[in-house]
């Protein structure tokens, strides 16, 4: 790829490879990618995969490739069973990211999960999260957090809703090592244990909120 492009049709990869080669390809439309073909990528190289398409697709990515942003904002499910190293963003804005058998997501040191209305997928894949990364929960609906709270180098964690009363609903034990950030909407411990290693900045519309179970 010489230039960034947009795909609205379909696209579709019987074999081979395309290699994004720093520059960032979009794709709007269904996509197919058959048996051995793959995306190779580095650290400079975005892919978008965005428009209302409500089908699932596997996304095929050379295993042990680095990229730059990965953002998922479609309703259909987007599967990856290769090892995908985030080096920037990995961007849920919308739509279920399945992390199948032999998958792995690896969070780069300094790396960011973006959460909206996008969800991570465990199905017999997993998600590594032992060097420094943050994360950021944005956007105007509530959202349960997933395995992004739950790595050993959770660094930063920030809050920053359209309106004061979306929420975070904390799903597993968490523990922060750096700030949290609460700028505006609330963080519901919802029976679980939060962690607060660093430093925290809180708005007073942005509050906590928890039950007796809660620490």
Same mark, same amino acid.
């Given at each position: 790829?010489?230039?960034?492009?947009?795909?609205?049709?379909?696209?579709?990869?019987?074999?081979?490879?395309?290699?994004?080669?720093?520059?960032?390809?979009?794709?709007?439309?269904?996509?197919?990618?058959?048996?051995?073909?793959?995306?190779?990528?580095?650290?400079?190289?975005?892919?978008?995969?965005?428009?209302?398409?409500?089908?699932?697709?596997?996304?095929?990515?050379?295993?042990?490739?680095?990229?730059?942003?990965?953002?998922?904002?479609?309703?259909?499910?987007?599967?990856?069973?290769?090892?995908?190293?985030?080096?920037?963003?990995?961007?849920?804005?919308?739509?279920?990211?399945?992390?199948?058998?032999?998958?792995?997501?690896?969070?780069?040191?300094?790396?960011?999960?973006? @959460? +909206?209305? #996008?969800?991570?997928? *465990? $199905?017999?894949? =997993? &998600?590594?999260?032992?060097? %420094?990364? !943050?994360?950021?929960?944005?956007?105007?609906?509530?959202?349960?957090?997933? @395995? +992004?709270? #739950?790595?050993?180098? *959770? $660094?930063?964690? =920030? &809050?920053?809703?359209?309106? %004061?009363? !979306?929420?975070?609903?904390?799903?597993?034990?968490?523990?922060?090592?750096?700030?949290?950030?609460?700028?505006?909407?609330?963080?519901?411990?919802?029976?679980?244990?939060?962690?607060?290693?660093?430093?925290?900045?809180?708005?007073?519309?942005?509050?906590?909120?928890?039950?007796?179970?809660?620490?």
């Amino acid at each position: 790829l010489n230039n960034n492009a947009v795909v609205n049709g379909n696209f579709n990869m019987t074999a081979g490879k395309f290699a994004l080669n720093g520059k960032q390809l979009t794709l709007k439309g269904p996509f197919t990618m058959g048996t051995g073909s793959a995306f190779s990528s580095n650290l400079t190289s975005t892919l978008v995969i965005d428009g209302p398409v409500n089908s699932t697709a596997t996304l095929s990515i050379e295993s042990g490739s680095s990229i730059s942003k990965l953002t998922i904002d479609r309703p259909g499910m987007i599967k990856i069973a290769n090892a995908l190293n985030i080096a920037g963003e990995l961007n849920l804005i919308d739509g279920p990211l399945s992390i199948e058998t032999n998958g792995m997501i690896t969070m780069n040191a300094g790396s960011k999960v973006h @959460v +909206e209305h #996008g969800t991570i997928v *465990l $199905n017999s894949g =997993t &998600v590594v999260g032992t060097s %420094s990364y !943050n994360v950021e929960y944005m956007g105007a609906m509530d959202v349960t957090a997933g @395995v +992004e709270m #739950g790595g050993s180098g *959770l $660094n930063n964690v =920030t &809050v920053n809703y359209v309106n %004061s009363t !979306n929420k975070v609903i904390l799903n597993g034990n968490s523990s922060i090592a750096g700030n949290l950030n609460m700028t505006k909407g609330k963080l519901d411990l919802n029976g679980k244990n939060l962690i607060l290693n660093g430093t925290i900045s809180q708005n007073s519309t942005s509050k906590f909120m928890g039950n007796t179970a809660s620490e």
